[in-house]
Structure formats: C-alpha cells, structure tokens
C-alpha cells in the first residue's frame, strides 16, 4: 500500500471515486447537505488524499492527526431525525463503502499505468487497505476477506447504486465550480474526461454521462500515452503530492 500511494497517477481517479462513493444515498445526501463542491471542489479529495498518505507512509503522530481531523469532520454529518434518506458519517457500512472505492479505484488506475500486480503483491496491498476503514469506526471484520469477497461484494454493491437530484447536482459542481482560480477551471474539461471514462458503465448512465466509441478510443490512448512515460518520470515528481500533504498535515 505504501508503494502505490505515493504514486501521482492515482490522482486521476478521484473523481471517479467520489462519483461511486456519492452514487451511495447515504454519502450522497450527505455531501450534498454538508459539502460545497461549488466553492470548494478540492477539499473532499485533499482530506482523502491527507487521509490516506498518512495511513500509508505517515508516522503514528500523523495517523493520530488526521483520525481526530476526521472524527471532527464527521461528528455534524448525520440526517435531521424523521428525515430520509437516513444518513451519518460515522456509519461503518458506509466507510466500508468509501475505503472500498478508493482501493478498487487505486487499484484500477494503477494498473493501467503499470504492469498487472503478481497475486502474492495484488492479496498484501488489498488487506493493507483495510485500514482505510478500521481507522475510524469500521470494525475489521466488516472488510471482506478476500480480493474474491470483496469482488463479489463490490458488484453487489454497484448493481445497487442510485443517483437523485442532489447527489447529480453534486455531480455538477463537482464537474463546474465556479468560485476557483482559472487554473483549476482551466483543467476540468480533462478532469471529466479521465472520470467519466474511468467509471463503470452503468455507472455513468447513473448520472446520464455521455460517452461514445470515438471517446472510449481517444481514452484508450491517452491512457497507452500515461503508461508510456509516466513510469519513467522521477520519483521526485511522481510522489511530489504525498510529500506536499503530508508536509500541509504537520504544519497544522
């Protein structure tokens, strides 16, 4: 786990992450009540991505930190009684949810960049990621057993998935934030492109993405253009973001 975080790469698959985690009626009601994707697009992937680096490579006092910087978070995020769809942030069927697409996502754009994990690395990496849940409240033995369980578990779980008005304004603002510099405006048409071609299929028709051949194919290749030279970019440059949070989280 600690190898394959540090990796940049997987960045590109946060949105499709928090597109499959919101997709959840549970998350999705409650980021859409709690969040601000309009004004502040970054700041769900910048606590995941500190959330993570930290578990992964970080140090006992990092891991303490970011625990309290999340419990603190999550305390006001629950649903007003008799209001549906029930929700609370501390609810370990849903960090089940969440720490199970931010490893199957990892894995997935990993992957594509990098030759295929033997079995022996694929089964120490996905138990590792267990933590990513029993950091908080997940109890461990809610992590299905095996890479098998958890893929029996996962294609139940995206089968079930739903999207409603809000969880799709969500969406929206995730894709067209408005109050952020021209920079990150700048880079969103790309940022949609990577997550709704990253997304299973009937998950985008969830959300009502559109997605055609000639798009799969110009994916394709920018994905065989990713694999050939993100690789062999410096580990400088690659592992840049793990050692920027890691450094935002200790100034703190």
Do not use: C, K
């Amino acid at each position: 786990m600690a190898d394959i975080s540090r990796e940049a790469i997987l960045l590109a698959a946060g949105g499709r992450a928090i597109l499959l985690q919101i997709a959840v009626p549970g998350i999705g009601h409650g980021v859409a009540r709690h969040s601000d994707f309009d004004h502040d697009p970054l700041r769900r992937l910048q606590g995941t991505l500190t959330y993570v680096y930290a578990l992964a490579t970080g140090t006992d006092s990092d891991v303490a930190a970011v625990r309290r910087f999340v419990n603190r978070a999550h305390g006001p995020v629950r649903s007003a009684p008799g209001a549906g769809p029930a929700y609370s942030a501390t609810d370990p069927e849903l960090q089940l949810w969440v720490a199970a697409t931010l490893y199957e996502s990892a894995i997935a754009m990993y992957e594509r960049v990098y030759p295929a994990l033997s079995d022996a690395d694929a089964d120490a990496i996905y138990a590792e990621y267990a933590i990513l849940g029993t950091a908080l409240q997940m109890p461990a033995e809610l992590w299905p057993a095996d890479r098998s369980a958890f893929r029996s578990y996962w294609d139940a779980r995206v089968d079930s998935l739903s999207v409603d008005e809000p969880v799709r304004r969500v969406q929206r603002e995730l894709f067209s934030p408005r109050a952020v510099p021209v920079w990150i405006r700048a880079l969103m048409p790309l940022v949609r492109f990577v997550t709704v071609g990253l997304l299973p299929a009937s998950v985008r028709a969830l959300y009502g993405l559109h997605w055609t051949p000639r798009q799969d194919r110009r994916f394709a290749r920018l994905l065989r253009l990713t694999a050939a030279i993100y690789p062999r970019l410096p580990r400088a440059i690659r592992h840049a973001p793990q050692r920027h949070y890691l450094r935002r989280l200790r100034s703190h």
